[in-house]
Structure formats: C-alpha cells, structure tokens
C-alpha cells in the first residue's frame, strides 16, 4: 500500500541506476519539506516503498550524506541535514564577526608566528620589494568545535608584529587592524580554486591527503587602497558555505522592452478599416 509520507515510487529517468533514482526522490522530498521532523524514512519503510534492497537503500541514504543533505544518527536513523553557515562574500568581515552574528561559536588555534622574507609572489601583492619582511601567520579556525579553514595571512613586519602580539586566539585580524592599529580597511580582491589537499592541511582539517579543499586567495587593502593583508585560506567543503549576491550591471543588461508603446505605435500605424 502506498505511504504518502514516502517519496513517489519514481517513474522518470529509468536510465539511472536504482539507488541514484532512490536518491533523487528522497533529494526531492528534502527540498519540499516532506518530513517536518527532519527524520527521513527507515531503510525498512525505503526497502517496502520502492521494492529494492537494503544494499541499494543505503547506496542511496550514502550518496546523500555525501552531498551533505543528510546525517545518520547512530541508532536513531536519518535525519535532514540542518542549512549550513555561511560568510557572505559581499561584505568585507572577518570569520568570526560573520559567524557570531549568527549565534555559533568560533576558535582560531593559532599554529605558527614567524618572520619571513617576502617572496616574489608575495612582494608583488603587497607592493613591497622582494625580501621585504613579513609577519606570517598560521591559524586553524574552527567552527562550533569542528575544523572549517586552515589560514595563512602574510602581513608587512611594521603591521604583523604589532597584530602577533594581539589575541589571536579570540579576535579577527580585520578587527585588530580597525579596533587596535587604528587601520580602516576598504576593500579585497578574491579569487577561488580546488586543490587537493596536502598532507599537511589535510591534517588540520581532518581530511585524507589529496581530499579536494576549496582554496580562496585573498588582498584586503586599506582605505586609501594599499594592500596590507595577503592571505591563503583552505576551506573544508562540507560543513560551511559562502555566499555572494551578484548584480546585473544597467549598461550590460538589454534595453527594457515597452510593450504597451510598441503595441500603440503599431496599432496608430495600421489602417482602420472603418475608414474609406
């Protein structure tokens, strides 16, 4: 007998492998809010619903968890993943400031604090000669107890050192540079790639070596425009998100069609045929 809690018995995509079919019924359950409760049905109701095997159910429950849209609680079943946090991208705020906005913990565990020489890389974005000293810094930042990015800034010495001796532990370098150093911040140029892993951050983000990370490359520049803060971020995937509203520019989008105009126009310029 058909349980209307349960997702459809499927009858699209007959291509797909059964527990990829599974998958987009419960995907699609999820994302109509099927299951109030967030519990999702036992691989026992999925086995009775859709006639297939407990090995193909939880090929499919499996897949999900994957994607992050489900978590299996041990001995209590499976349940919908709750919505991710998330940074948005628009705004230029520092980790912590963005996260307890929304009511969660943070914790930066600060790894390493050493003096270097800039790199060509290095010297280029800050606008420094090559060898110019730098202050670098290391930081696991950690979000409601769990790994989320592993942080290496590159600071110049005179504004490095004064932020090392900051707390680290508990506060964002954006805010240290306002609130402390007395430097406001305009502006930051980011771009973003995946690379996998290597063993050393898939250490701190307890992940296997060559698991993909996304990996963010960000100049935070102050207000008059010069760059001071050169940083590499390495991001898990699967416990946090960002977020970025992106306009459409007036000049590129094409001109607004008036339609009553156009209609108007065509019908003042077609002869009636009342008239002689």
Not at 19 to 35: D, K, N, P, S, T
Not at 108 to 122: F, K, M, W, Y
Not at 123 to 140: H, I, M, N, S, V
Not at 176 to 193: K, M, R, Y
């Amino acid at each position: 007998m058909f349980d209307a809690s349960l997702p459809a018995p499927f009858t699209a995509t007959p291509a797909l492998p059964l527990h990829a079919r599974i998958r987009e019924a419960l995907r699609a359950g999820i994302a109509q809010r099927r299951w109030p409760d967030g519990k999702l049905p036992s691989e026992a109701e999925l086995m009775q619903q859709y006639g297939v095997s407990r090995i193909t159910v939880r090929q499919a429950l499996q897949a999900l968890e994957h994607l992050g849209l489900v978590i299996k609680v041990q001995g209590k079943g499976t349940y919908v993943a709750p919505p991710k946090p998330f940074q948005h991208l628009g705004r230029l705020q520092g980790f912590a400031e963005a996260m307890h906005a929304q009511g969660h913990s943070t914790e930066n565990l600060v790894l390493a604090i050493e003096r270097q020489s800039a790199t060509p890389a290095h010297a280029q974005a800050l606008q420094l000669d090559e060898g110019a000293p730098l202050t670098f810094l290391k930081r696991l930042r950690r979000l409601d107890g769990r790994p989320v990015s592993l942080d290496c800034t590159w600071l110049p010495r005179a504004l490095g050192d004064q932020v090392a001796e900051a707390d680290l532990a508990h506060r964002d370098v954006f805010l240290i540079l306002e609130q402390d150093l007395g430097v406001p911040l305009g502006h930051a140029d980011l771009s973003f790639d995946t690379v996998s892993a290597d063993p050393d951050v898939a250490r701190w983000l307890e992940l296997e070596p060559g698991h993909p990370v996304l990996r963010i490359e960000r100049l935070t520049h102050d207000r008059r425009g010069h760059p001071i803060d050169h940083e590499r971020l390495y991001c898990r995937t699967d416990n946090f998100q960002f977020r970025l509203r992106i306009d459409r520019q007036a000049d590129t989008a094409p001109p607004a069609l008036d339609l009553v105009g156009a209609a108007s126009a065509a019908m003042r310029a077609t002869p009636s045929p009342l008239r002689g």
